[in-house]
């Protein structure tokens, strides 16, 4: 039979078919994703091998094998640094946990131990719990330290999730607490005294209101006003501010829901803005190496091993 | 005596000299310069900038020391040092002369790297938290030179016999370090002496840190 009079008699033959039951499919897709729910679930709540380590003042901390030495460690790291900022606060009422994870390890083609984990959990840790689960290299698991800083970190991120949307829009980082004190504050005072525009410069001698509008707080209306500082350094001016309010200062901060960036720092600081700008700055200047390239003690050291080589030059000096 | 002998060792470096002067005039002024045309509107870059350049600083003082040293004892290499052995004085006095009298060289050079960070800083339109530094700079050179020259000075008024002594040793330790290192992996000999050396109160600690003419 000749192709087209096959087609022919096929387009004859055809009827209506019967209309797909989307239901079918679009069930079996909501099945598959509960699946895969309760398989991400398990992985984040539990790896089979972690123990409860520690409780402290509504938080726990479990880990498996390798890690259980440092874990009550770091749980009194990780708690005494978010108390300095966030108080007894919480990212949600339903709690939070976070586990760092590391891979398998392997040596000359032998894998030596499995995946390992150190989990911070914020009772109650519910299945409504906010969780993260970051994987990280061993050399963060290795120290307590690290570790800490690492959860810190995380816990910076879910704690600004739950912010207030103007100081979220304003701040325009992810975590407050990504890097350590020490770093941050030294990057803010790099940013601080090295800012060429006019209200950075104004800034740094001392008047409020331009750093108030290098910080993005409130604008000055001066168009010669130049740019704004990096997000470093709003995240170093909020920190400051938790800091100054003591215990409930997220809490009274968190209560400016609708309120501009300025109040809600105010807020949090327990201070007008322009004073706490100032405390701020002040503090920031502070941390300025207070030598230059030479010290005392360095030319002290150079002249004395100046003088023995001399006198070792004097000795060893021979003619034949 | 000092002042002969200051003559003499003009007389045979004078050239070395006006063109290691010239180099630490022109190592400020181009550190800033360009890093300032480049990276004048981001100063964070431009003090990175610095940061790197300050390399050249002790490098330079290296330089100079090991140059010194060897033109000064040169031309009593070259007679055998007969001149010297003529001399009615005792011979570390000798050496003493020239050490003092090579210092005096020195002065040229840290006076010219000093010029040129003054020059390097002035009219520069810097924010008023960044401060300068270009003394505390060259006192710093002058510091390195004096240290970097004795020990230049050191192994050029040595004998070769006291020179082939010290190769041996040193050959010797490295052999020692290799032995050590075949039979325990993780003891580094070299290493833990670079380390007692670069590291306080070693002699090379305070050439390192920071030779910033612009810092924070």
Known sequence: MSRPVLGILLLALAGPAAAQNAAAWRDSAY?????????????MQDFSEAEEIARRAGLVVSATTEYRAIAEDVLGRFDSARRRWFGPALPAAAGFRITLRSGESWSFGRRT????????????????????????????????????????????????????AAIRGWLRAGSLTEFS????????????VTGV????????????????HALGIRRSGDPDAGGEYYPLVRADLLLAALEQGGEWAWTRLMAVE???????????????????????????????????????????????????ILAAGLGIARWV | MLKAMI??????????????????????????????????????????????????????????AVTLAAAIWASDRRGHHIYALLLPIPRWRYVLLRY??????????????????????????????????????????????????????????????????????VGLFIAVHIAVILLSPRTNLIWTVMTALSTWPGPLAPLGGRWMLIDV
């Open chain 1, 197 to 212: 525009g006019k209200a950075q410069r104004d800034c740094v001698r001392g008047d409020s209101q331009s750093c108030a």
């Open chain 1, 31 to 43: 099945r598959l994703s509960t699946e895969r729910q309760r398989v991400w679930d398990s992985l």
């Open chain 1, 113 to 164: 131990s499995g995946p390992q984990s150190l989990s911070i959990a914020g009772i109650p840790d519910t299945d409504e719990t906010f969780r993260l689960a970051p994987f990280v290299p061993d050399e963060t698991l290795g120290s307590a330290e690290k570790a800490a800083q690492r959860l810190l970190g995380e816990y910076g991120a879910l704690m600004m999730a739950s912010a207030p």
């Open chain 1, 181 to 192: 004190v020490d770093s941050r504050r030294e990057g803010a005072m790099y940013s601080l």
């Open chain 2, 100 to 169: 003092l009298a090579g210092l005096v060289l020195l002065l040229p050079l840290v006076l010219a790297l000093w010029l040129g960070a003054v020059i390097a800083t002035s009219s520069l339109d810097m924010p008023p938290g960044l401060r300068q530094f270009p003394h505390a700079l060259a006192v710093k050179f002058g510091l390195a030179l004096l240290l970097l020259f004795g020990l230049a000075f050191a192994v050029a008024a040595a004998s070769r016999r006291a020179l082939g002594i010290g190769m041996k040793l």
């Open chain 1, 258 to 308: 609708s309120g501009t960036v300025e109040q809600a720092l105010a807020a949090a600081a327990g201070m007008p803005a322009d004073s706490l700008l100032l405390r701020w700055r002040d503090g920031l200047l502070a941390l300025q190496p207070d030598r230059g390239p030479l010290d005392l003690s360095a030319a002290g050291l150079i002249l004395g091993w100046s003088a023995l």
């Open chain 2, 7 to 64: 003559r003499l060792q003009w007389k045979g470096c004078w050239h070395l000299v006006v063109a290691l002067a010239v180099a630490a005039l022109a190592l400020p002024i181009v550190s800033v310069r360009t890093g300032w045309r480049s990276s004048g509107e981001q100063l964070p870059r431009f003090l990175i900038e610095l940061q790197l350049w300050g390399l050249f600083y002790p490098a330079l003082a290296a330089l100079v």
